[in-house]
């Protein structure tokens, strides 16, 4: 997401932040630069004007050019500008009732934006936090539309109200409101129609849900593809039926950036959460001060220590740290690690939350098929060839290409490789000062 965007910001922000002396024409060049990143990434002209005549007039006083760190002192003046450019950290979270009163929370957008997709994710997200959410079938338009919510609801073990013949979504909303509070759910997700362009009929429609259950988050679904059109549609929802927050579905797969840079400032709106993959569990909370920090190619540490920490317990990662110390680190644990990366969102979504990645690393350059490659490899091992690398001869070599539709030559790449990570890793480990601040970082 945002590879284009962060590679330019990233570039000029390695231009100034080492430079112990900067001039005013350093300051024009580079604030001009951020100018054309920012158009070229589709941001709205008017945020566009505001953010480069805001960060010149700071950065053009005695604060930045009399600074001991000029450099530094200018990154942190467009990385403050583009935290506000995207929200305001307390904006975000949802406003969720207690648990013994429902939250009633409608999902609003146009066909096609991921609406049905993203209420499922985020019943799955509020049952991950111990809510208890009903999802509601209240779109009665589209063709299929409370069969895939049903379909959805199934994989992600939450129940969704359908009426049976009916044709007036209010009906279904209130329905599912009354069974929301006998069954004692405290959230009620309603998933209404989309069209396929704004008009008076969805407009009222929708208008009419509101107002029968009044709900407490009226939610704008966007596709973040759609750039500049995202953001005059949710313009246009917030005039006439009122948004108090907006989910960009298909984040990961905006390059550009323009809806999520835009809509703060023309809709008034924060972005609350993103969809960044296909899987239900594939949906996370929307942090500026993160994605500012990603976009300025500055990583995202805290959000990849949070999904290790979603895939590795305390115990694991200290018994990790005793194999990488004492050197017994296997093939099992290898295989392990590879499974793991592939629940935190592959390597792509890692490099994107590492500092110094951004632009110089990509998704692309990664050997994805090697990847599965050597997990073939060393599923067609025997448990004990995986607790002990050296007792795998020529023979056993044969037969372990054989048995993962590879090559000899394959089988030993993968062996030399982990001899040289293993190695590696037992350096890393004997430095205990590196050591202790990953561990604090984790919260070990």
């Given at each position: 997401?945002?590879?284009?965007?962060?590679?330019?910001?990233?570039?000029?922000?390695?231009?100034?932040?080492g430079?112990?002396?900067?001039?005013?024409?350093?300051?024009?060049?580079?604030?001009?630069?951020?100018?054309?990143?920012?158009?070229?990434?589709?941001?709205?002209?008017?945020?566009?004007?505001?953010?480069v005549n805001?960060?010149?007039?700071?950065?053009?006083?005695?604060?930045?050019?009399?600074?001991?760190?000029?450099?530094?002192?200018?990154?942190?003046?467009?990385?403050?500008?583009?935290?506000?450019?995207?929200?305001?950290?307390?904006?975000?979270?949802?406003?969720?009732?207690?648990?013994?009163?429902?939250?009633?929370?409608?999902?609003?957008?146009?066909?096609?934006?991921?609406?049905?997709?993203?209420?499922?994710?985020?019943?799955?997200?509020?049952?991950?936090?111990?809510?208890?959410?009903?999802l509601?079938?209240?779109?009665?338009?589209?063709?299929?539309?409370?069969?895939?919510?049903?379909?959805?609801?199934?994989?992600?073990?939450v129940?969704v109200?359908?009426?049976?013949?009916?044709?007036?979504?209010?009906k279904?909303?209130?329905?599912?409101?009354?069974?929301?509070?006998?069954?004692?759910?405290?959230?009620?997700?309603?998933?209404?129609?989309?069209?396929?362009?704004?008009?008076?009929?969805?407009?009222t429609?929708?208008?009419?849900?509101?107002?029968?259950?009044?709900?407490?988050?009226?939610?704008?679904?966007?596709?973040?593809?759609?750039?500049?059109?995202?953001?005059?549609?949710?313009?246009?929802?917030?005039?006439?039926?009122?948004?108090?927050?907006?989910?960009?579905?298909?984040?990961?797969?905006?390059?550009?950036?323009?809806?999520?840079?835009?809509?703060?400032?023309?809709?008034?709106?924060?972005i609350?959460?993103?969809?960044?993959?296909?899987k239900?569990?594939?949906?996370?909370?929307?942090?500026?001060?993160?994605?500012?920090?990603?976009?300025l190619?500055?990583?995202?540490?805290?959000?990849?220590?949070?999904?290790?920490?979603?895939?590795?317990?305390?115990?694991?990662?200290?018994?990790?740290?005793?194999?990488?110390?004492?050197?017994?680190?296997?093939?099992?644990?290898?295989?392990?690690?590879?499974?793991?990366?592939?629940?935190?969102?592959?390597?792509?979504?890692?490099?994107?939350?590492?500092?110094?990645?951004?632009?110089?690393?990509?998704?692309?350059?990664?050997?994805?098929?090697?990847?599965?490659?050597?997990?073939?490899?060393?599923?067609?091992?025997?448990?004990?060839?995986?607790?002990?690398?050296?007792?795998?001869?020529?023979t056993?070599?044969?037969?372990?290409?054989?048995?993962?539709?590879?090559?000899?030559?394959?089988?030993?790449?993968?062996?030399?490789?982990?001899?040289?990570?293993?190695l590696?890793?037992?350096?890393?480990?004997?430095?205990?000062?590196?050591q202790?601040?990953?561990?604090?970082?984790?919260?070990?």
């Amino acid at each position: 997401m945002f590879e284009s965007i962060s590679q330019k910001f990233s570039g000029i922000m390695r231009s100034l932040s080492g430079k112990s002396k900067i001039s005013e024409k350093n300051v024009r060049d580079a604030v001009e630069e951020i100018k054309l990143a920012l158009l070229d990434a589709d941001v709205n002209l008017r945020v566009v004007r505001r953010f480069v005549n805001g960060t010149l007039d700071e950065a053009l006083g005695e604060k930045v050019l009399s600074a001991v760190d000029p450099g530094q002192q200018f990154v942190k003046i467009v990385y403050d500008r583009m935290v506000a450019l995207l929200g305001d950290p307390e904006g975000q979270k949802l406003s969720l009732r207690g648990p013994d009163v429902v939250t009633v929370i409608l999902m609003m957008g146009l066909q096609g934006s991921g609406k049905t997709t993203t209420s499922a994710k985020l019943a799955l997200r509020l049952k991950k936090e111990g809510r208890r959410p009903l999802l509601a079938a209240a779109d009665l338009v589209r063709p299929a539309a409370i069969d895939q919510l049903q379909v959805l609801g199934s994989k992600v073990d939450v129940p969704v109200h359908v009426l049976p013949g009916a044709s007036d979504p209010v009906k279904v909303a209130v329905d599912a409101l009354a069974r929301a509070k006998r069954e004692q759910r405290d959230v009620l997700i309603i998933d209404t129609a989309g069209r396929m362009h704004l008009d008076d009929t969805l407009m009222t429609e929708i208008k009419k849900v509101r107002d029968a259950v009044k709900p407490d988050e009226t939610l704008f679904v966007a596709d973040a593809m759609t750039g500049q059109n995202a953001v005059s549609i949710a313009e246009e929802f917030e005039k006439r039926i009122g948004i108090s927050g907006v989910i960009l579905s298909k984040f990961d797969s905006d390059a550009r950036g323009g809806a999520a840079l835009s809509l703060r400032s023309v809709v008034g709106k924060p972005i609350k959460f993103i969809g960044v993959g296909e899987k239900p569990e594939d949906f996370e909370p929307f942090y500026p001060e993160r994605m500012a920090s990603r976009i300025l190619g500055m990583g995202d540490i805290v959000s990849l220590v949070e999904k290790a920490q979603e895939t590795m317990d305390i115990e694991e990662a200290e018994k990790m740290q005793r194999k990488m110390a004492k050197n017994t680190f296997d093939l099992q644990d290898y295989l392990e690690q590879l499974d793991r990366m592939t629940k935190m969102g592959g390597v792509g979504k890692m490099l994107e939350m590492i500092p110094g990645t951004q632009g110089q690393i990509s998704e692309d350059d990664i050997d994805k098929a090697e990847l599965k490659r050597e997990k073939a490899i060393i599923q067609s091992m025997t448990y004990t060839e995986r607790e002990n690398c050296h007792i795998i001869g020529p023979t056993r070599r044969k037969r372990i290409a054989r048995g993962s539709g590879s090559s000899v030559n394959d089988v030993n790449r993968l062996l030399r490789k982990f001899e040289k990570m293993r190695l590696t890793m037992k350096k890393f480990a004997k430095n205990k000062k590196y050591q202790a601040e990953m561990l604090k970082q984790m919260g070990i």
